[in-house]
């Protein structure tokens, strides 16, 4: 059974949804549109009994780069800026908390936002040739869609400012050794996830899933919380000069020139 709207597909396969993000000329960069069809159709698939286990994926070249820059420059004020940090809260939320097991199929990049949509999932399987950073230092912002909870998480305090801090590339092997991602593919990625997905259905599920409901009911509210935080720390972020300079240089495709303002 398979489900497509323009920006999201979903295909069903026994007691395995895929959820594909289809915007492959903009990397799958997040915009608008998107994230409101991942809720929806993410929404859809808690409501099914069928359905066991989720993929998350990317169409053509990349996971996901983040956040599109071009729907960031035309949100002027809090008017524009806060209805679409609302929906970006509300997906993380539903990921975080849906009752199935998840994993990211990664390939190509997973960063910025891309990168915290992975992190929201119970299990992310790399290609070995992925990329993976929460780069938005580089244009003079703080991490959102909750990075902070998850890297604090996996990373611990310290760990997790540094990471953010120097906003660097890794590579699968790399963010495998921190701890960010669970697994990294030896041949194909398609592979090492049918085998993943096989392994995981000859288990009890429930019972996992159970457990995951357990830990993600206890740390909803420091989750909510943080979302919330990140908000609004990101909206003071987009009136500094820095980010406008980061936005410039990103655009113009050089170096930006930050003085902490």
Same mark, same amino acid.
């Given at each position: 059974?398979?489900?497509?709207?323009?920006?999201?597909?979903?295909?069903?396969?026994?007691?395995?949804?895929?959820?594909?993000?289809?915007?492959?000329?903009?990397?799958?960069?997040?915009?608008?549109?998107?994230?409101?069809?991942?809720?929806?159709?993410?929404?859809?698939?808690?409501?099914?009994?069928?359905?066991?286990?989720?993929?998350?994926?990317?169409?053509?070249?990349?996971?996901?780069?983040?956040?599109?820059?071009?729907?960031?420059?035309?949100?002027?004020?809090?008017?524009?800026?806060?209805?679409?940090?609302?929906?970006?809260?509300?997906?993380?939320?539903?990921?975080?908390?849906?009752?199935?097991?998840?994993?990211?199929?990664?390939?190509?990049?997973?960063?910025?936002?891309?990168?915290?949509?992975?992190?929201?999932?119970?299990?992310?399987?790399?290609?070995?040739?992925? /990329?993976? @950073?929460?780069?938005?230092?580089?244009?003079?912002?703080?991490?959102?869609? %909750?990075?902070?909870? #998850?890297? &604090? $998480? =996996?990373?611990?305090?310290?760990?997790?400012?540094?990471?953010?801090?120097?906003?660097?590339?890794?590579?699968?092997?790399?963010?495998?050794?921190?701890?960010?991602?669970?697994?990294?593919?030896?041949?194909?990625?398609?592979?090492?996830?049918?085998?993943?997905?096989?392994?995981?259905?000859?288990?009890?599920?429930?019972?996992?899933?159970?457990?995951?409901?357990?830990?993600?009911?206890?740390?909803?509210?420091?989750?909510?919380?943080?979302?919330?935080?990140? /908000?609004? @720390?990101?909206?003071?972020?987009?009136?500094?000069?820095?980010?406008?300079? %980061?936005?410039?240089? #990103?655009? &113009? $495709? =050089?170096?930006?020139?930050?003085?902490?303002?």
């Amino acid at each position: 059974m398979n489900f497509v709207t323009e920006s999201v597909n979903v295909k069903i396969n026994g007691r395995v949804a895929t959820v594909e993000m289809n915007r492959p000329e903009a990397l799958n960069a997040l915009d608008k549109d998107l994230i409101k069809g991942l809720v929806v159709k993410l929404k859809e698939i808690t409501d099914s009994d069928e359905i066991d286990i989720v993929v998350l994926t990317g169409n053509g070249k990349a996971f996901s780069a983040g956040g599109d820059i071009k729907s960031m420059l035309t949100m002027k004020d809090e008017n524009d800026f806060f209805p679409i940090m609302d929906s970006i809260n509300e997906l993380i939320i539903t990921l975080y908390s849906i009752p199935k097991l998840t994993i990211s199929a990664v390939s190509g990049a997973a960063a910025g936002l891309g990168f915290s949509l992975a992190l929201a999932t119970d299990y992310i399987l790399a290609d070995d040739t992925s /990329k993976f @950073a929460m780069n938005f230092i580089g244009i003079g912002l703080i991490p959102d869609g %909750g990075a902070h909870f #998850f890297l &604090e $998480k =996996r990373l611990g305090e310290t760990r997790a400012k540094q990471l953010i801090w120097e906003g660097k590339v890794m590579g699968a092997e790399e963010a495998f050794k921190l701890g960010l991602i669970q697994g990294v593919a030896e041949g194909s990625l398609a592979d090492a996830l049918e085998s993943k997905v096989t392994e995981w259905l000859h288990k009890p599920v429930q019972a996992m899933i159970k457990t995951k409901k357990i830990l993600a009911e206890n740390n909803r509210p420091q989750l909510l919380k943080v979302l919330e935080v990140e /908000k609004h @720390a990101q909206f003071k972020m987009r009136q500094s000069k820095d980010h406008r300079e %980061g936005i410039q240089a #990103f655009i &113009e $495709k =050089r170096k930006p020139k930050f003085i902490g303002k």
